[in-house]
């Protein structure tokens, strides 16, 4: 007979031994892992301060001073209540305020430079300026003979004559073109412009193309483009226009692009009747150059691109750069256009003298903003 009993004692020690084993196991498994925890928090310890260390020694390190302005910006503290903010130290202040303020300090200074230097200043425009309130800004710089020569387009000639028939509106930059076109209403940026004033200029300009024609005819004389703008400034005959004071005080006012605009809409039609008109735009080209190569020194003021500003440029590579520039404009220069580029991309061409003929002095600038802001702002501190 088989015993079942000690079959079964046996089974039991088996289990008993297995489980020992098991607990033996577990707990051998339990030290390790907190061994090995303690090993890994001892090396991420370690490792913690090495890159606190690298880290630190990035960024935490000794410099040098650096010399100059400190960066400091107007104390409205000190503003006296019963006189009010001072604009001219608020101004002053943007010298040491950084970015495009301090750009506009520094044009500043070179203007007044240029007044003191007494040289011979280019105004260039674009058209979309005599347009804004900017028009009675260079109306005041003509009449009191503060500049020698401007260059703008045919939008800059013929809307400061237009002007003189009737005033532009403020508008919306979001007014509907389509609507505005229905109501025979013409927008540029925020102010609108009655298509009936190109009307009136048409009804103004037309007499002046047949006295022209009339004297082409008779005496084979063909007219420059700057001819033609004196004497419609002296036609005009109104106080309120830029060309009229350019007429009385003889600034030339040279446009290359003269045709671009209602100028060459009414040309386009003049012709219909009259074909062999004709103006000379060679003769322009050659007394601007001329002007410019014999004068003693040259300051250029740009505010926008475009054509006006090559031309101006262009002529003072005759002489081997202007000696002063200040640019004022939006643009980027990533796109490679003349109209955008700062000046010493016009150093490279010989427009404008490098600063080591200056004497390492700064000599150009350009400040990037709006100049329906800025302009008024340099004219007040520097032409008044």
Not at 243 to 268: F, K, L, T
Not at 286 to 297: A, C, G, P, Q
Not at 301 to 308: D, K, S, T
Request: proline letters at 2%; a negative charge; hydrophobic letters at 35%.
């Amino acid at each position: 007979m088989v015993n079942n009993n000690n079959n079964n004692n046996g089974v039991e020690i088996e289990k008993d031994n297995l489980i020992k084993d098991n607990l033996i196991k577990d707990n051998q498994g339990e030290q390790n892992k907190d061994n090995q925890g303690e090993q890994n928090k001892d090396n991420q310890g370690e490792q913690n301060k090495d890159t606190e260390q690298i880290a630190r020694k990035n960024i935490f390190f000794d410099s040098e001073e650096v010399e100059g302005l400190s960066i400091k910006g107007y104390d409205f503290n000190e503003v006296d209540k019963n006189a009010g903010v001072d604009y001219e130290k608020l101004l002053d202040s943007y010298m040491c305020t950084g970015f495009q303020a301090t750009h506009f300090a520094k044009s500043v200074k070179l203007i007044n430079k240029m007044i003191k230097e007494k040289v011979s200043i280019y105004l260039g425009y674009t058209s979309n300026l005599v347009t804004s309130g900017l028009r009675d800004v260079f109306r005041y710089l003509a009449e009191n003979g503060k500049i020698e020569v401007i260059v703008t387009t045919a939008g800059g000639i013929e809307e400061d004559f237009i002007k003189c028939f009737g005033d532009f509106k403020l508008g919306e930059f979001s007014a509907s073109g389509e609507l505005l076109n229905k109501n025979g209403v013409n927008r540029t940026g925020n102010i609108f412009i009655p298509n009936s004033r190109y009307c009136e200029f048409e009804d103004f300009f037309i007499p002046i193309l047949e006295k022209v024609y009339e004297n082409q005819k008779k005496t084979g004389e063909i007219i420059s483009v700057s001819e033609l703008i004196k004497i419609m400034g002296k036609e005009i005959n109104n106080k309120e226009s830029i060309y009229y004071w350019c007429y009385r005080n003889n600034i030339d006012v040279y446009c290359p692009a003269i045709i671009d605009g209602s100028i060459g809409d009414i040309i386009h039609f003049f012709q219909y009747k009259h074909p062999d008109f004709k103006l000379d735009i060679a003769n322009d080209i050659h007394k601007l150059n001329e002007y410019t190569i014999t004068r003693k020194k040259t300051g250029i003021i740009l505010l926008g691109g475009g054509i006006m500003k090559h031309h101006i440029l262009n002529s003072n590579m005759m002489r081997n750069g202007a000696d002063y520039s200040i640019y004022i404009n939006t643009g980027e220069e990533w796109d490679g256009a003349d109209s955008n580029a700062r000046p010493d991309e016009a150093v490279s061409w010989g427009k404008i003298k490098s600063e080591s003929d200056k004497n390492s002095e700064l000599n150009s600038i350009k400040v990037f903003g709006d100049a329906t802001i800025l302009f008024p702002l340099i004219v007040g501190k520097c032409f008044c």
